[in-house]
């Protein structure tokens, strides 16, 4: 069945340090696609990054950074010097084809809480 | 473009009334979901729809309904509120893998 584990309940650490958020999915299929998002204490939903299954190239985006490795079906986020506004919870969903309506389904992990302190 | 936009932003209902929600699209998309936030948990999908006049069930659709009657509306319905549907509830409008997500109304049923 398909499934996105993000075992980390809650991290904490001193502003400037890099932390490293892991995502480990499960999926039958071949072609599906990977997202974390962003949700601020505002409650919103912040897009950060898609990335589909056959492309496996790592991704930096300033000082955001994804490891994307299917051999672990693993989708990993880190982020490099830490700072206070990066605090909230960051989720990593899947997307499956629905193909009895070519639709996509979006399977959401439980989420991160990361707490920056100053 | 306003994107998505979710009506109400907050509610408090009491056990048994009913209330509708409303989502708007300006992006002309297909599909669009509503999907329920709990604490601790990520987003768990209750209905969708791919097209106008088209829904479907989702992963946690008992005791909601929805509607498409429009391309650009999708509204989801609590006939009947219970405890257990206090949650924020997000609606997204999408392209076959990509959606993108109104701002939440978090909803207090008393």
């Known amino acids: 069945a398909q499934k996105v584990t993000q075992a980390q309940t809650e991290i904490s650490v001193v502003e400037k340090e890099d932390v490293t958020l892991d995502c480990v999915y499960e999926t039958r299929d071949t072609t599906y696609y990977l997202f974390w998002y962003k949700q601020p204490p505002s409650g919103e939903l912040v897009f950060l990054i898609r990335r589909n299954s056959f492309d496996e190239q790592n991704e930096i985006s300033g000082r955001y950074s994804w490891n994307f490795q299917k051999s672990t079906s693993s989708f990993n986020f880190t982020i490099t010097a830490s700072q206070v506004v990066d605090s909230a919870v960051y989720f990593c969903a899947l997307s499956e084809e629905i193909l009895w309506d070519s639709n996509y389904q979006l399977i959401w992990g439980a989420g991160t809480k990361l707490i920056i302190k100053p | 473009n306003a994107g998505v936009t979710q009506t109400p932003k907050f509610r408090v209902l009491k056990t048994g009334q009913s209330m509708t929600l409303l989502c708007a699209q300006d992006?002309?998309?297909?599909?669009m979901y509503w999907y329920r936030q709990d604490p601790g948990m990520g987003l768990r999908l209750i209905h969708y729809?791919?097209?106008?006049?088209?829904?479907a069930k989702g992963e946690v659709p008992d005791g909601y309904n929805v509607s498409r009657l429009k391309k650009q509306n999708f509204l989801l319905g609590l006939e009947s509120a219970a405890p257990s549907q206090t949650s924020v509830y997000f609606c997204?409008?999408?392209?076959?893998?990509?959606?993108?997500f109104g701002p939440g109304t978090r909803l207090t049923v008393t």
């Open positions: 729809s791919v097209g106008e006049g088209t829904t």
């Open positions: 997204a409008s999408g392209i076959t893998y990509e959606q993108y």
């Open positions: 992006m002309n998309h297909e599909y």
